[in-house]
């Protein structure tokens, strides 16, 4: 492995420093987060957290994560809906219908971006943003279809098929789900802004003012974190404490693998990447 200076982390949550228990709605730190994060406070590496999950804004993850023990400075959780936010202002999508929730509402409306619900009588919008949402039914793929059959371009915070949940649990990727209905309908294929679309680290770049070249990504998915990573040139970790483990980092082509598999956090900053 090259030994490039790393300046900044980007830690995903769920099944990376944490993992969520759906019924309580808690975290539960996962072994060595905690510290993985104290050893960025100290060596001046800036710590991101950026989940592929939209259940909330990412206001509401900073008291989840401290409970937890997990401490992220201000701005520095990211969510899909911050990224898609972001890029929608900047495709100069003003008014888009979003089938999601308030963990997608609240950064496009804090955005300045008109939200419009999926529903009947929804009339002309720029785009459709398909995004994690408790309840969905028949009113809300109908209302997306029809905008995009209108013409709108579709867009996805996530296409994952499942995230790692507490007790090995697999978690429904509902946007995912969404997309595949909207394709099903339209033949409309949703481009995505999560993971492992270079999107977010476009983001993050800005944010800690760190390009990707010396930015490290840490994440339990190859096919997310690991892809985006590599995409992005950033340097790509994968710990096996969420959806995959050792063989499954390992069944990638060279230049789409994890360059570096920890089964846990802990001691991954005196690495020599890290030094
Ligand atoms: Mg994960």
Same mark, same amino acid.
């Given at each position: 492995?090259d030994a490039?200076?790393?300046?900044a982390a ?5 099944g990376t420093?944490?993992?969520m ?5 808690t975290?539960?730190a996962?072994p060595?987060?905690i510290a !993985?994060?104290?050893a960025c406070?100290?060596?001046g ?8 999950g ?6 509401h ?7 937890a023990g997990? =401490? %992220? ?6 969510t899909p809906a911050?990224v898609?936010?972001q890029?929608l202002k900047?495709?100069?999508?003003g008014r888009?219908m979003v089938t999601?929730?308030e963990?997608t =509402?609240v950064? %496009?409306v804090e955005?300045g971006i008109?939200?419009v619900g999926?529903?009947p ?5 720029d785009a459709?943003l398909?995004?994690w ?7 809300e793929?109908?209302a997306?279809?029809?905008a995009?059959? !209108?013409g ?5 915070t996530?296409?994952?098929p499942f995230f790692?949940?507490a ?7 509902v ?5 595949? !209905?909207i394709?099903?309908?339209t033949g409309v294929e949703a481009q =995505?802004f999560?993971k492992?679309?270079v999107a977010?680290l476009?983001?993050i ?5 760190v390009?990707?070249a ?7 998915d ?15 970790i994968?710990?096996?404490?969420? =959806?995959?483990?050792?063989a !499954?980092?390992e069944a ?7 360059? %570096?598999?920890v089964?846990?956090?802990?001691g991954?900053?005196?690495h020599?990447v890290?030094a």
């Amino acid at each position: 492995m090259d030994a490039r200076k790393i300046r900044a982390a980007v830690f995903d949550i769920d099944g990376t420093l944490a993992l969520m228990d759906k019924d309580k709605g808690t975290y539960e730190a996962l072994p060595g987060a905690i510290a !993985a994060l104290d050893a960025c406070r100290a060596r001046g590496i800036i710590a991101v957290a950026y989940t592929n999950g939209t259940f909330f804004p990412p206001a509401h993850y900073y008291p989840l994560l401290a409970d937890a023990g997990l =401490v %992220l400075a201000p701005g520095h959780i990211l969510t899909p809906a911050v990224v898609a936010a972001q890029q929608l202002k900047r495709l100069g999508h003003g008014r888009v219908m979003v089938t999601g929730s308030e963990g997608t =509402v609240v950064p %496009l409306v804090e955005a300045g971006i008109e939200v419009v619900g999926a529903g009947p009588g929804a009339g002309e919008v720029d785009a459709v943003l398909l995004a994690w949402a408790r309840e969905f039914g028949l009113p809300e793929l109908d209302a997306a279809a029809q905008a995009v059959w !209108a013409g709108a371009p579709v867009y996805a915070t996530s296409v994952a098929p499942f995230f790692a949940g507490a007790g090995g649990k697999r978690l429904l990727g509902v946007s995912g789900a969404m997309a595949a !209905a909207i394709r099903n309908a339209t033949g409309v294929e949703a481009q =995505v802004f999560g993971k492992p679309s270079v999107a977010g680290l476009e983001i993050i770049a800005e944010l800690t003012g760190v390009a990707a070249a010396e930015t490290a990504v840490i994440g339990d998915d190859p096919k997310l974190e690991i892809r985006m990573a590599r995409r992005a040139g950033a340097l790509a970790i994968g710990v096996t404490t969420g =959806v995959s483990d050792r063989a !499954a980092f390992e069944a990638f082509a060279e230049d789409e693998r994890a360059e %570096l598999v920890v089964d846990r956090l802990d001691g991954l900053l005196d690495h020599p990447v890290f030094a």
